[in-house]
């Protein structure tokens, strides 16, 4: 015989070990599945209960599921209340021998007795099914009008169920969940609530949030009446029945607050109704007990959510301020995360006025910022979003610096995140560049071992774009930072080595700085002297030696000491006419240390570097000089590979976060390097000044135009920038065009007829200033003699590379003849472009060379040109000799040269005409030209 549900309890809190307790459960496991076996109906109920007791604590029990329904269907009520509790315990919806029940069900639904109608109105809620719900739905319904409100609560609470199941029967009885509203029990008026509001959770899901619907305008009818309902229990004196801490029904009120957001949301004229006792609930309400915040709370999240009036938001942001001064951490957390909501909210829909929700939040910054020392770490981190949700202009120093305080408490696994949010505050907010540098020394100072490789790739580009005075400052800081640093700082080294690579020079002379005076209109430091900075002047030596400590330590990583091997290099260059011998000889012992390194990287760095080093000082041997080169060109290669990085082209870098989907969200966006953040129409301008290489309108912004009618097939320009360009044949879209020149609409200058050719050349150089802006060349050049020996034909043997012994053969009937044009002048680089027929027998093709001349005292850094023609011409672009132009007239440099070889296909119809697009880096400013060049010759080019 089995044991009694309270033996059992005694027998298992008696076992002291889980091998005890398992053998007591698997004996009365065996000793009810024998009074199962052996249909026992005296001991059903019992065995049930303790097939409950074992469910509990987490032991098999599917074997007494058909007891229970058996149970249920016993005539007798304490059998039917076991069998319903161990159906909606032991069963779940997707048991097979749910079904089975669903007759019993129906029988108990119309049964006189209220507890038993009750019993199968709450297994109804627990486990209907779709099939269930339908079948079922009539007999539930008939207890929404039952005059007992045991009933009508238990109904309301089984038709969610059924709905939730069954979706599409809701509109059905939409007219049944009104009348309830006007009902006195609260039990039931929060049920009904509750049904409400399940099928506004159903219809927006159905429908979209705030979606025309049947069930959504029955319920806007009730805003009245739910307004008026809420009120009363507003104003409503004590009562004992539904006191709760001193406040009427808060779950209620609650209730009624969650339905009226759903219908708030995306209505005006329903917000408009509610504003008043919204206004109400959140001024009256104490907030002594956690009844009454759990009211506030629901209130500020409809507040927010409705279309309120601005002061009504303000009103929330201010209860939620009180929220943060609450002792209890929950609360304090709740108030934190919703602030949060009501930032994101309050950026898309406050004006940013002084009465602004998003005003009346900053107010409240400093117990925000408070919050960051709290103990609990949850509290912390939802303080910590928050605080990046409210930087601005205007408060980004302050917050910053609590960020950066912060940083240093913050538990190692959160500076990753941490780091990568204050470079997007900085990037997007940023006062100077000064501020940013400093910012973004500190935080590498504190957490570089964190920052992730984007962090210290913005850090460089951002000193890199600096002026020279503040690559000095950086210089020197870094230098400081490292020697205070103990070598487990990654990204400072790394960001510190580099910089001093490249501009170690800089930092051999004192440094000073005093900062402007402050215009903040806060005088509350109008009496401090503004901050002196100073450096002194380092040698040489100690400069290197600061490098070389970093990396002998053991800790040091590889990428460190690659970093090292560069900088090293870059300083011997640096340093070769400044250091003494003795500091140039210790840079070549520290450059040629690897060459025998096991890391391969380091062994390959060191080796190539040493050879670098070599050329660069004039030894250059024969094997160096290979094709056309001559030493001269590899000693100004080395001298170029040595000399300081090209400033980042921002254009660049938008483009490529534009690709890549880098910064998509609204804190981020137009984010980039070296400015702040860009307007759309900024946005559209760089995407106009950055050209699209393949379309001939996009890159110099011209309109349209559409192409000749008469045509079958066009040649499409393929532009690249200093590399080959070639043409590629597309359909011609059908159009009802005139044949006019491509040119003349996106120059705004026709097609001139081809005159006779001249003996002498069109283009001079003396009548350049008349010409227009646009035009390049001047009507009536003059003729550059060249004496030059013709280049090789296809039909003529190299007269250089022949044999001796080659056959003779007829000489051409004249050479080719070169015409040197005086092209341009941008910021002290002069254009010049040398014209030539390299095929007396082809006259429609020309060999276009340009050359570059550098006036200024500084090499020009970064050459790139573009050129876009017609659709009639075809053409081909080589790269140029070097993208970094010496100084004109230093001994060893070697003049840079891009060849441009174009075919006009419509010789003596149409002129050449090119567009050319300049760009190169003069002392850091990156500088871009545009210029039309359609004065060639005509019926020549």
Not at 550 to 556: D, F, G, M, S
Request: include cysteine; proline fraction near 6%; aromatic fraction near 6%.
């Amino acid at each position: 015989m089995s044991l009694k549900l309270r033996d059992l309890i005694r027998q298992v809190r008696s076992c002291k070990t889980a091998a005890e307790e398992r053998a007591v459960i698997a004996k009365e496991s065996a000793m009810i599945r024998t009074a199962i076996k052996e249909e026992q109906e005296q001991y059903r109920h019992r065995n049930v209960a303790k097939l409950l007791f074992m469910h509990m604590l987490g032991y098999p029990t599917h074997f007494g599921q058909l007891e229970c329904m058996k149970l249920i269907a016993s005539p007798h009520f304490p059998e039917k209340r076991i069998g319903y509790l161990g159906m909606m315990l032991l069963l779940s919806e997707e048991a097979d021998v749910l079904m089975l029940a669903t007759n019993s069900l129906k029988n108990d639904l119309n049964s006189s007795n209220k507890f038993v109608a009750g019993l199968a109105l709450c297994t109804i809620g627990n486990l209907a099914t779709a099939d269930m719900s339908r079948d079922l739905a009539p007999e539930v319904e008939k207890h929404l009008t039952s005059s007992q409100p045991y009933l009508r609560k238990k109904a309301c609470l089984a038709f969610s169920r059924c709905i939730l199941k069954c979706a599409d029967m809701m509109e059905d009885y939409v007219d049944k969940f009104t009348t309830l509203l006007k009902d006195r029990s609260h039990g039931v008026l929060i049920t009904v609530v509750q049904l409400m509001t399940q099928v506004l959770l159903l219809d927006a899901e159905k429908n979209g949030v705030g979606g025309a619907s049947v069930c959504r305008s029955a319920f806007l009818k009730l805003v009245p009446s739910l307004v008026k309902l809420l009120r009363n229990l507003l104003s409503v004196g004590y009562s004992p029945d539904h006191d709760v801490g001193g406040i009427s029904d808060p779950f209620l009120q609650v209730q009624i607050l969650t339905l009226l957001r759903f219908l708030g949301t995306g209505n005006e004229k329903a917000s408009e109704e509610m504003n008043d006792v919204l206004a109400q609930v959140a001024t009256n309400t104490e907030t002594s007990k956690n009844a009454g915040n759990a009211i506030l709370y629901e209130c500020v999240q409809t507040i927010m959510a409705i279309q309120s009036e601005e002061g009504l938001r303000v009103l929330a942001v201010n209860i939620l301020g009180r929220f943060l001064l609450n002792r209890d951490n929950n609360i304090r957390y709740v108030a934190l995360n919703t602030l949060s909501r009501c930032v994101v909210q309050a950026g898309v829909t406050d004006d940013g006025g002084p009465n602004s929700a998003s005003s009346a939040l900053q107010r409240h910054r400093t117990t925000i910022v408070d919050c960051l020392k709290d103990p609990d770490i949850s509290i912390r981190q939802r303080a910590l979003e928050l605080i990046y949700h409210l930087v601005n202009n205007e408060n980004v120093e302050t917050l910053t610096a609590e960020l950066l305080n912060y940083l240093v408490l913050c538990p190692r696994e959160h500076r990753v995140d941490i780091c990568t949010r204050v470079l997007r505050v900085v990037e997007k907010y940023s006062p100077d560049d000064r501020w940013r540098v400093d910012t973004l020394i500190t935080m590498l100072t504190i957490a570089g071992r964190e920052c992730n490789r984007e962090v210290l790739n913005f850090a460089i580009v951002y000193i890199s774009r600096a002026n020279e005075e503040l690559r000095t400052y950086a210089t020197h800081k870094l230098l400081k930072a490292i020697r205070d640093d103990d070598g487990t700082q990654k990204g400072l080294l790394v960001v510190g080595i580099w910089c001093i690579g490249e501009y170690g020079d800089l930092i051999l002379k004192d440094y000073n700085y005093v900062p402007p005076p402050s215009s903040n209109a806060d005088n509350s430091n109008a009496n401090e002297e503004p901050v002196h900075i100073s450096f002194m002047a380092l040698d040489p030596t100690t400069v290197v030696k600061t490098v070389e400590d970093v990396t002998k330590r053991h800790t040091c990583p590889e990428e460190v000491q690659e970093l090292a091997l560069t900088c090293f290099a870059k300083l011997n260059d640096r340093f070769a006419t400044i250091a003494d011998e003795q500091t140039v000889k210790k840079l070549n012992n520290l450059v040629k240390k690897h060459k025998g390194s096991h890391s391969l990287e380091l062994q390959l760095r060191s080796c190539e570097y040493t050879a670098l080093i070599s050329v660069a000082k004039g030894n250059v041997a024969q094997e160096d000089v290979t094709g056309e080169s001559t030493a001269q060109d590899v000693i100004a290669a080395a001298k170029e590979a040595l000399s300081r990085m090209p400033v980042v082209d921002l254009a660049v870098i938008q483009r490529k976060q534009k690709l890549t989907g880098e910064y998509k969200d609204s804190d981020n966006a137009s984010a980039v390097p070296g400015g702040k953040s860009v307007s759309s129409s900024n946005n559209k301008s760089n995407e106009a000044a950055e050209p699209n290489l393949l379309d001939l309108n996009d890159i110099f912004g011209a309109a349209p135009t559409p192409a000749p009618a008469a045509e079958t097939s066009i040649k499409k320009p393929i532009a690249k920038q200093n590399g080959t360009t070639k043409t590629e044949k597309q359909p011609e879209p059908p159009k009802a065009q005139s044949d006019l020149d491509l040119l003349s609409d996106i120059f705004s200058a026709p097609a001139a007829p081809a005159p006779p050719v001249l003996p002498s050349d069109p283009f001079a150089a003396n009548t350049l200033a008349a010409t227009p802006a646009n035009n390049l060349f001047a009507p009536t050049p003059t003729v550059v003699p060249t004496p030059t020996v013709p280049p090789p034909s296809p039909f003529l043997p190299d007269p250089i590379t022949a044999p001796t012994t080659a056959t003779p053969v007829t000489a051409p009937p004249k050479g080719p003849a070169v015409n040197r044009i005086k092209g341009f002048t941008k910021e002290g680089l002069d254009i010049d472009f040398e014209c030539k027929k390299p095929d007396p027998f082809n006259k429609q093709k020309t060999i276009i060379t340009v050359h570059f001349k550098n006036n200024t005292d500084d090499s020009l850094y970064g050459l790139n040109l573009q050129v876009a023609v017609p659709k009639y011409i075809t053409m081909e672009m080589q790269p140029p000799t070097s993208t970094t132009i010496p100084i004109t007239g230093v001994v060893g440099a070697k003049q840079v040269t891009q060849t441009i070889h174009v075919t006009n296909t419509m010789l003596g119809t149409k002129n050449l005409m090119m567009k050319v697009k300049l760009g190169f880096t003069s002392k850091g400013n990156k500088i871009e030209h545009l210029q039309t060049c359609s004065g060639f010759e005509a019926g020549k080019y």
